[in-house]
């Protein structure tokens, strides 16, 4: 069962200076330009202790001092927050919107009510675990995906967000972040109650989930969104491919099923459709597949590794695999000849994934693109 606890939170005060200025994307999606644009913004910018590089007491003595001067404070009680996120969806451009709890969840093993969709690699994993270690402080939350059958999450979310928010800010990708601060105690329990026989499945921070159980936390801090959610989607992660040595992308071709030319990538029935761009031009191929097999696995399983060679040893270890999340950016890398070739695919269904993760299915690294990212530095948790 999933039991959600109220969190007595390190948050920004007043004297931090606006909220627009402070909170960040999470660390493991800030490219460097976009690190010192957060930097110079602010002395307080959250960046300055999620992106220590390295120097994990130098983030604990910037805390700290964060902490002394009065820039950061302990909320006076525990509440339970609920976070709506309003964005230009990649792409069609239309406005979506999800909503979702920040809380505490009980630490537990994957499989009985914590779910994992992907494998970790074990270089993010120590860098957070030296972090987390360092200053004794979870910085981000693990966002956490629920089925919500009744849709009664969803609602009581909806109710309260048609109040005014305590914190309201727009970041640099057209997203309005929102956040509500819930204290009362029916309202809580009532929620506690409806969230008593979710299970839980990880859509973004495995990596930060397994630190929490390296770190042997009895609770970790949450944001869990409920999948009934409207504006929840996945978007499609394409493969670009490097470095394969004796590369004959019309071997390659003649290898897979059912190609044609063209990049439309609308999967007939029985089928999984893989976008395929090489230097001679553009192409599909139809994959056939079962109802419970998604397109990343069918992509890793039955083009990547008996084609390509490139087995989940060799995927894990790197050097022949990179990730793009938009189309035309991924075209173009094949275009001017920056990568072999490229493999397009269709935005996976949340319900997907959710169905075969929590049958126990392990996805290939990279296979989901929840956007918008979660706001860093909106809620803490001290440990201590």
Known sequence: MANIHPVRALRYTEKAGPISELATLPYDVIPAALESDYKARSPYSFAHVILPRGDYAGA?????????????????DAAIYVYEQTFPAPGSGETL??????????TEEYGE??????????????DRFRLLEATRVQFDSI????????????????????????LEYADHEKTTHRLW????????????????NEKLLIADGHHRYETALR?????????????????????ATHRLVHGIEGFDAEAMLAKLPDVAAGLELTSPEGHVRIGIAVAGGEYHADIPAGPDELNVSVLQDKVLAPVLGLTPEKVAAGG??????????????????????AFLLEDLPVEGVARVSFAG???PQKSTFFYPKLGSGLVMYPLD
């Not at 604990?60 to 006076?76: C, F």
């Not at 029916?186 to 409806?194: H, N």
């Not at 009895?218 to 969104?225: G, I, N, R, S």
């Open 113 to 126: 009510t914590v779910y994992r969709h992907e494998r970790t690699i074990s270089g993010p994993k120590e």
């Open 97 to 106: 919107v999800r909503r979702g709890f920040v809380a505490l969840g009980d």
């Open 215 to 235: 770190m042997g936390q009895a609770k970790t801090l949450m944001t869990f969104v409920s999948m009934r959610s409207k504006g929840l989607r996945s978007f």
């Open 143 to 166: 966002f956490m995906l629920f089925p919500d059958e009744t849709g009664a999450v969803e609602a009581r979310l909806e109710s309260t967000c048609a109040g005014t928010p305590e």
């Open 320 to 341: 022949h695999l990179t990730y793009v999340k938009q189309l035309p950016a991924a075209l173009e890398e094949v275009r001017a000849g920056r990568e072999q070739a």
């Open 181 to 196: 601060r819930i204290v009362d105690a029916g309202w809580i329990a009532a929620l506690q109650s409806e969230m008593a």
């Open 361 to 363: 299915q392990v996805l």
């Open 60 to 76: 604990k003595a910037r805390l700290d001092g964060w902490v002394e001067a009065g820039i950061v404070a302990r909320d006076s």
